[in-house]
């Protein structure tokens, strides 16, 4: 006779079980983040947050990048969150050992804590994020107001970990790089519960309220620890190159078209911005030199009508090439060559001239406020675009082009219009780039600026709204604030480029 046997597939102690796997290396956590980091006072001062042996005075009182190892330390006792934490873990201990390590300081904290963490790796297990209930709209509002306001916070956090530079905090550079490991920590422990797919699922079922918000927050910015007139002018730079990406992101994301000239749009739009500066208003100045540019986007993309893949690559790199060269031989007399074109004057609105602080806001605020507006612009741009009728045309060539033309889509008028848009959305950003920095000069618009666009493009994931931003933040913030590092600094960046590619192959920002 066949026995049923009744009992439940998995043992219901099992999850238990699982629960405390990761307990051993969230205690190794915590009691390395406790010890001594330096033996020694450094030759800047002593460590940060009194981590050493002669300035331990309050061994529980943890702050700084000690305080974000207890929070990991102490996350890591949540069953689905060891690995993520260990992951941040690592990176802080390893960033700080390292730093100890190149002073010559022998670390006491720095091999438990890494130790630590390699430990949670590998007992951490990853398990499916679950299905988070979306709620209504009274609980969503709330909620994305709280998300929101946490990305304002981690936003300025990032931007003044360390200082500004090295005379006024010796160790920024290593603070500034640890708070980059609690960070991806942080963020991993959310994905793990499904937390940031949830947030992200609310914003886009209730889009208007959530880009208000997130408007709302960005002119916020000014108000934080990064609303200073140095972050101002890094914060409205990042914005306008991030604009630029964003108007990329349609030629190469979205239509599949390999551009390796684009910059030669942004300073199509700077140069006739800086020529017209004298002359007209800005609005008049800045919508010349997006239309100048998206004439210049019909004509490289005309011949796209006959070359794909590399040819177009090729063609695309041969218009940037000779666009640089003309502006520096001053060809026509509209670039100024050498000399560059000096003297923009800058925005002004009733008196007020953009590059002036208003009121208690620090210098560079209004421009600051202007690229904000750009970008929301251009992610709207995008946005819409993308779930129109065109954009599936873009998409579609971008997957295969004979089939999209096999089934009727007009790939020829596709492409041009692809970069049209593109090009007119660099020509507005090149307009603002050319008054923000008073001066433009053909050394702005190199071939490497065009590749660190792409990059930009690919890195934060092609074809998403947000993602051009995310990758422009990354590889402009990157390399000021790896500045602390002199001669590592190349090494380092192409090292965090490396790392995003290997763990996030589609992009920070996925489709």
Known sequence: MTTLDTRPATDPRAPARRSWRTAPGAVLVLVGALLPWATVVLPGGAYPDLATLQFFDAPHQVTGFRLHLVLLGLAAFLPGAGRAAGVGVVIVALVHTAFLAVLGALSFGGPVTLAAGALLIWLGRPAPAPALKLPGRAVAWPVLVAAFAALLWLVSATLTAGGQSRATNPHGGAEFLAFLGFAVGLIGILSAYGVLTWISTLAERHR???????????????????????????????????????????????????????VAFLGIGAFTAANLAHTLPFPVAALAGAAVAGVFGVVVG?????????????????????????????????????????????????????????????????????????????????????????????LAISEDEDVARAMGVRTGRAKILAFLVGATLAGLAGAVFAHKLGTVGYESFDFSESVTLLAAVILGGMGTVPGAVVGASLLFVLPEKLREFSDYRLMLFGLALILIMRFRPRGLVSK
């Open 208 to 262: 208007a309220f959530g880009v208000t918000v997130l408007l709302a927050c960005a002119m916020l910015l000014p108000l934080t620890e990064a609303g200073t007139g140095y972050w101002m002018t890094v914060a409205a730079t990042i914005g306008i190159y991030a604009a630029t990406a964003i108007g990329l992101n349609i030629v190469v994301g979205l239509a599949g078209l390999l551009d390796l000239g684009y």
């Open 302 to 394: 005309a011949p796209t009508l006959r070359v794909r893949g590399d040819y177009l690559a090729i063609v695309t790199l041969a218009f940037g090439e000779i666009f640089f060269r003309a502006a520096q031989n001053d060809i026509g007399g509209l670039t100024g060559g050498a000399n560059s074109i000096p003297g923009i004057p800058p925005i002004t609105i009733f008196g007020q001239a953009f590059n002036q602080p208003v009121g208690g806001l620090p210098a560079g605020f209004l421009y600051y406020a202007v690229t904000v507006l750009m970008v929301a612009g251009a992610m709207a741009v995008l946005a819409n675009l993308k779930h129109s009728r065109t954009g599936r045309a873009w």
